[in-house]
């Protein structure tokens, strides 16, 4: 027989064995592993929103160019679709017709002038006739009245002298401001008819330097405008120009500088729009009138505001929030209100602070009051860095 004193000792051992091979007791798991997320400081900036508007250039001078006189066309001067300076003789209407007319007219002068040098003459022995009552008064006055009548004709051959000459002058077409000319749409040897209703037209002229671009500017956009002005936080175009850029269709970006220099007076009722006039130079001579352009002018004023990624947020039932993670690296849930994008990055106008920790990567793995393992990163990446 054993001992007695050895049969508890034997009995806690065989206890212990067999409840080291009993099941863990079922629901309970070990913790989760805290998450991984990448985080990044938003970055503070003073920003303005800009507004985009599709528009066309047109001249700032555009000139039908007609005859102002019937005649041959007799030579044409230009190159079509080439550059002519204010001046610059365009089209020679046969002048001859016109130059006898000038002749005629001086001939007539000339004898006008003649007929009121004799009857000034007999004027003045008529004066001295009557003081000696050689004359009667009404033969007199008689010669007085054909002194009147003889200046009278010297003018009205001087105004038909000027007219003449008017019409000899516009047999010489010159161009009335500087800019590209269009095609010649009669060439020499045909005739042309002038005056006001049946002129013909010859050409077209152009100016292009600088070049108009115009836009439609939607009432919501103008009533913002006219309440940012009224709040002193932007300057209005009614009052003051203001800068503006422009791209064509086939650039990038808005690489054109220019300034808004004119607002209609009214809304249009058909399209609730209201017509404004962007002015940009053209030294180059590329743009032209017709093109479609963009147009970009301030949509706000100047504030401060957060820059992030735009993967950084999030959508609740439509409403934008990032999460935020705090000293202790725990989460917190921020709801912001967003704006446009600004150097590829978006810019928060309100709800966060510029020195707090964003999660930029993980946001799945984040839950708002959890603990996380954050790693630090920049915001700011190759691909969302501004553009020189």
Do not use: W
């Amino acid at each position: 027989m054993r001992p007695p004193t050895l049969l508890p000792a034997l009995a806690a051992a065989l206890a212990l064995a067999g409840a080291s091979c009993r099941p863990p007791v079922a629901g309970t798991t070990p913790p989760p592993p805290v998450p991984t997320v990448t985080v990044a400081r938003g970055i503070a900036r003073t920003v303005t929103e800009y507004d985009d508007f599709v528009g066309r250039l047109e001249s700032p001078q555009s000139v039908e160019i007609r005859a102002r006189v019937s005649g041959y066309l007799e030579k044409v001067h230009f190159k079509e679709g080439g550059e002519v300076k204010q001046g610059d003789l365009l089209f020679t209407i046969d002048p001859r017709p016109y130059q006898a007319t000038v002749d005629r007219f001086l001939a007539d002068l000339d004898r006008a002038k003649i007929r009121a040098e004799l009857a000034r003459s007999e004027a003045t022995r008529a004066e001295k006739l009557v003081a000696s009552r050689a004359i009667s008064s009404e033969e007199a006055e008689t010669r007085v009245k054909a002194l009147t009548e003889a200046e009278a004709a010297i003018r009205s051959a001087e105004a038909g002298l000027n007219a003449s000459k008017l019409d000899l002058e516009f047999t010489s077409i010159h161009a009335p401001i500087t800019g590209r000319i269009g095609q010649a749409l009669v060439t020499p040897g045909n005739l042309v008819g002038g005056g006001t209703s049946v002129a013909t037209l010859l050409t077209t002229l152009v100016a292009l330097d600088p070049i108009y671009c115009y836009v439609e500017v939607d009432e919501r956009s103008s009533l913002k405008y006219r309440t940012l002005a009224r709040e002193g936080k932007r300057e209005s175009a009614l009052f003051k120009e203001i800068p503006a850029r422009m791209g064509l269709t086939n650039e990038s970006g808005f690489p054109h500088e220019g300034k808004i220099d004119f607002v209609d007076n009214a809304i249009k009722p058909d399209t609730g729009t209201i017509r404004a006039r962007g002015v940009f130079p053209n030294a180059d001579r590329l743009m032209a009138p017709g093109f479609f352009a963009r147009l970009r002018i301030p949509g706000s004023g100047r504030y401060e505001a957060v820059l992030i990624r735009d993967s950084a947020l999030g959508s609740d039932q439509g409403r934008p929030y990032v999460l935020v993670v705090g000293p202790d690296n725990k989460v917190q849930y921020r709801g912001v209100t967003t704006g446009p994008m600004e150097d590829g990055l978006r810019i928060i106008r309100e709800g966060l602070k510029p020195d707090e920790r964003i999660v930029i990567t993980g946001l799945l793995a984040a839950r708002p009051g959890a603990t996380v393992n954050p790693t630090e990163s920049e915001m700011l990446t190759k691909e969302t860095a501004p553009a020189k």
